[in-house]
């Protein structure tokens, strides 16, 4: 789940979910260290019985998001490294009209429609947030939209060791919750 892949991913959901809709949006101030969202003694629930260490700090070349990454465990051919990925990125620059109410909420059950067999709306976490799956990649993610407040798209996404991705919903929401707070 490394950067170019998370910037492509974001590509492709700016393009499925559709322009955009309000007001011009002004851009954000994103986190100088992502990784200062969440501490490894956070992540742990995710692996109890692992050793997650410090996480790694990605920067944008094109400034639009900013990311870190925490690995753990083994590492095998089937599935990689278990991995999380914080990630935030300036809503100006992926959607530069802005986003009203109503577009956030449309874009969140887009997502939800579009996010896996399992996906579902998260409540309490900016103006928008959902959990989606992609079971046979053993990946799930959390995204908030926390853009009336920010100015910012928050995504924690999680890359499972075989086990199922779902069983980490409320782990990923929960941790969603906590850096949301923190921005």
């Not at 094109?62 to 925490?70: D, H, L, N, P, S």
């Not at 959902?130 to 009336?148: G, M, S, Y």
Request: aromatic share 6%; charged share 15%.
């Amino acid at each position: 789940m490394g950067t170019n892949a998370h910037i492509v991913g974001l590509t492709v959901l700016t393009v499925l979910i559709g322009g955009s809709g309000g007001a011009g949006a002004t851009p954000a101030t994103l986190p100088k260290d992502p990784c200062a969202l969440l501490k490894p003694a956070e992540i742990q629930a995710l692996a109890p019985n692992a050793t997650i260490g410090s996480g790694v700090y990605t920067p944008d070349p094109a400034g639009f998001v900013v990311g870190c990454t925490y690995e753990w465990g083994p590492r095998n051919r089937e599935w990689g490294a278990s991995s999380l990925l914080i990630s935030v990125t300036d809503a100006s620059k992926v959607w530069p009209a802005g986003l009203s109410s109503d577009d956030i909420k449309q874009r969140v059950l887009v997502m939800v429609k579009t996010g896996g067999p399992d996906a579902a709306q998260i409540s309490g976490i900016g103006d928008g947030a959902v959990f989606t799956t992609e079971p046979k990649a053993h990946n799930a993610k959390a995204l908030a939209f926390v853009v009336k407040a920010k100015g910012v798209f928050l995504e924690v996404g999680f890359h499972g060791d075989g086990n199922d991705a779902l069983a980490k919903k409320d782990n990923l929401a929960g941790l969603l919750k906590l850096a949301a707070s923190r921005l």
